[in-house]
């Protein structure tokens, strides 16, 4: 029995000391041999006192306490102890015993366990509190995990997706889970609609690989509806501070063409004197942008820039506009009268745009202007002076307007003071490259894209066309080039072109008004929806030129700018 006895200590992982009661070791295992590094031959037969520091085994002889469970460093390693005195059948302390194990690996897990949970209480706070909606999906595609911003971005609830498959939330696009866990690549920058409330967003994926195997794929989804709507927002009030100052100065006039240059040139030296100019060019040329120049770089240019559209505002709408009013002028009128844009821009510069469709009334008022340098308001009689200097445009043959008796010969030799030909963009197609990079620049800018170039191909087909809207429709041709190209894209390609043949009878507009929506809308709607995409079409075609658009559609120039006011067509 004492030999099965010995097996067994000596067998165990526990530590065993034993010590007789003057403390001398009767009993030293082999894992007590392990733990202490001490050898069992050098321990037996001496006092333990001598051969452990600061053993407690003493203590136990002398008190009878039992020590349970005390955590202490032995050397390298920790460990757990359990003493207790050894006593004969009438309670007399006989000795004592010491059962002590290596805790180390323990204690080191439980420090694991303890950081993992710290991480993982990290990461679910990271998870819950961050405004991106996370979604994650095992290897076959199953949601597995959503946050609250999931939720709240898509409006699913978690049971709409948890063991649903990954394209359950997508309402427009391709599920980039799908393309990870097909591709085990990452996927960025996607344009996707996701949930009921088909939610603009750009989704990003990664793959969760654990010792390389594809365990899953986690998503990100950035909202962008807030973003766009911002865009649109800052769009419309840019186009309000546009119309209110001169921005552009001759720097920002792109174009090495030789007549694009000299026009430039004509133009620098008028800014310098307080002639009137006379911008002659086709709609979308830079008639406009040559006015704010010639204003900004004027000794004018700290006073007001006011441009009028001669044709947006009717005959008796744009005299009140341009002379102002008295009180009580006309029914409607505000109390107090109302200053007109002549006063509006006293000291500043006044562009009067599309001039050749002013009545025949409007231009003597106008001639009174520019021979006296004063005004009269529209039911007033007191001349008021002004000092404006005066920017005209037009795209009409004024001299045969003259001709037919349409435009007053007087007033065209007062406007004809410095006249300027601006090219229309067909002359000038060596430009074409430059005024691309240019506008590559601007929508770099307002999309936040990183486009750098045009193919050699692209830049062909644009210079293949004829630019009937000018430079204006070349800013609509790369401004919808970019928006068809990926994100990863970063030069135009002849693919990326929007359509800028000729009108063929395939896409004549109207034929394809949706006929679903007859039940619903009424005849006045429906009308006014053709009118319309009609509109927009000829527009289109004739890439915003308004008098070609105006003649195609045989209307008035007026009409016309009335009609796309009225239809928030964009100008
Ligand atoms: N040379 C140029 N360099 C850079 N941008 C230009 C140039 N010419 C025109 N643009 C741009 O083309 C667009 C149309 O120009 P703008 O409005 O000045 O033309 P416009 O001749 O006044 O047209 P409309 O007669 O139809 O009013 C603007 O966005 C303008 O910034």
Wanted: hydrophobic share 40%; glycine share 6%; charged share 30%.
């Amino acid at each position: 029995m004492r030999r099965e006895l010995e097996v067994i200590l000596n067998s165990t992982h526990d530590g065993m000391i034993a010590v007789d009661k003057k403390g001398i070791i009767t009993l030293f295992n082999k894992a007590a041999e392990r733990l202490t590094g001490i050898k069992a031959n050098y321990a037996l037969g001496k006092p333990v006192k001598e051969v452990i520091i600061n053993t407690r085994l003493m203590y136990i002889l002398e008190t009878g306490d039992f020590e349970l469970n005390r955590q202490q460093d032995l050397g390298n390693i920790k460990i757990i102890t359990n003493r207790m005195p050894v006593k004969d059948k009438d309670g007399n302390i006989i000795g004592a015993v010491a059962v002590f194990r290596d805790i180390t690996d323990v204690i080191e897990l439980a420090e694991e366990i303890t950081n993992l949970k710290e991480v993982q209480s990290l990461l679910e706070a990271i998870f819950h509190a961050t405004q991106d909606a996370i979604s994650v999906v095992d290897c076959k595609g199953m949601g597995v995990l959503v946050n609250p911003a999931y939720v709240k971005l898509t409006g699913l609830r978690e049971k709409d997706v948890i063991g649903k498959p990954a394209t359950v939330d997508i309402a427009e696009g391709e599920s980039i889970h799908m393309k990870v866990l097909e591709t085990k690549k990452p996927v960025k920058n996607a344009r996707l609609k996701v949930g009921p409330n088909r939610k603009e967003v750009i989704a990003e994926a990664a793959p969760i690989m654990v010792d390389g195997e594809l365990r899953g794929s986690v998503g990100v989804l950035h909202d962008v509806s807030e973003i766009i709507k911002l865009t649109n927002e800052l769009k419309e009030a840019k186009e309000i501070i546009r119309k209110l100052e001169a921005k552009y100065t001759f720097d920002d006039i792109v174009g090495n063409n030789e007549l694009i240059r000299s026009a430039i040139e004509r133009a620098k030296k008028a800014a310098e004197t307080p002639a009137t100019v006379i911008l002659r060019g086709e709609s979308g040329t830079g008639k406009e942008l040559f006015a704010h120049a010639i204003h900004n770089a004027s000794d004018r240019r700290f006073g007001q820039f006011v441009r009028v559209n001669c044709a947006a505002l009717s005959e008796s709408l744009l005299e009140s506009e341009l002379f102002g009013y008295e009180e009580g002028a006309f029914t409607g009128a505000k109390k107090g009268g109302k200053k007109g844009y002549f006063e509006q821009a006293n000291n500043g510069t006044i562009f009067l745009d599309e001039i050749g469709e002013i009545s025949i009334s409007t231009q003597v008022k106008l001639l009174r202007v520019l021979q006296e340098r004063e005004i009269v308001r529209v039911g007033g009689t007191k001349p008021i002076s002004i000092n404006v200097r005066i920017i005209a445009a037009t795209n009409m043959d004024l001299e045969q307007a003259v001709k037919e008796g349409k435009f007053r010969e007087d007033l065209y030799y007062r406007l004809n003071v410095v006249p300027i030909n601006i090219p229309p963009l067909r002359k000038r197609k060596d430009d074409i490259y430059y005024l691309t990079l240019n506008f590559i620049k601007k929508f770099n800018q307002e999309y936040g894209r990183s486009v750098i170039d045009i193919s050699d191909i692209a830049l062909e087909r644009l210079r293949q066309h004829d630019w009937p809207g000018n430079v204006r429709e070349l800013e609509n041709v790369i401004g919808r080039s970019i928006i068809n190209m990926k994100h990863n894209e970063n030069i135009i390609q002849e693919k990326h072109l929007p359509q800028i043949e000729p009108f063929t009878s395939q896409n004549t507009p109207n034929n394809d008004i949706d006929k679903k929506q007859v039940e619903n809308i009424t005849l006045d709607e429906y009308i006014s929806k053709a009118e319309k995409r009609f509109i927009e079409d000829a527009l289109n075609k004739y890439g915003y030129n308004k008098t070609m658009t105006a003649k195609a559609l045989g209307i008035s120039i007026r009409s016309l700018y009335y009609k796309m006011d009225k239809y928030k067509i964009r100008k």
